[in-house]
């Protein structure tokens, strides 16, 4: 989030991969960086293949606490 609130990029929408991303490039360098982060639409729609599938899933959060 901290990268987001500097950066201020427009988040986008990947519907090949169903996940949100945005791109951003450090005033130092001209490289081009593109994060993919989930959000909440982003679980909603994997839960809903999940179901489909008649399946579950896991969540494990990176950096807990």
């Known amino acids: ?10 988040i986008k ?12 490039k450090k005033k130092s360098s001209p490289q081009k960086h593109i994060v993919y982060f989930p ?5 909603k729609k994997r839960l809903e293949l999940a179901e ?7 969540i494990w959060e990176l950096g807990q606490g």
């Open 13 to 24: 929408w990947d519907s090949e991969v169903e996940e949100h991303f945005f791109e951003y």
């Open 1 to 10: 989030l901290d990268l987001i609130k500097a950066q201020k990029p427009k």
């Open 39 to 43: 959000t909440l639409f982003y679980i």
């Open 52 to 58: 489909s599938m008649g399946t579950s899933i896991s």
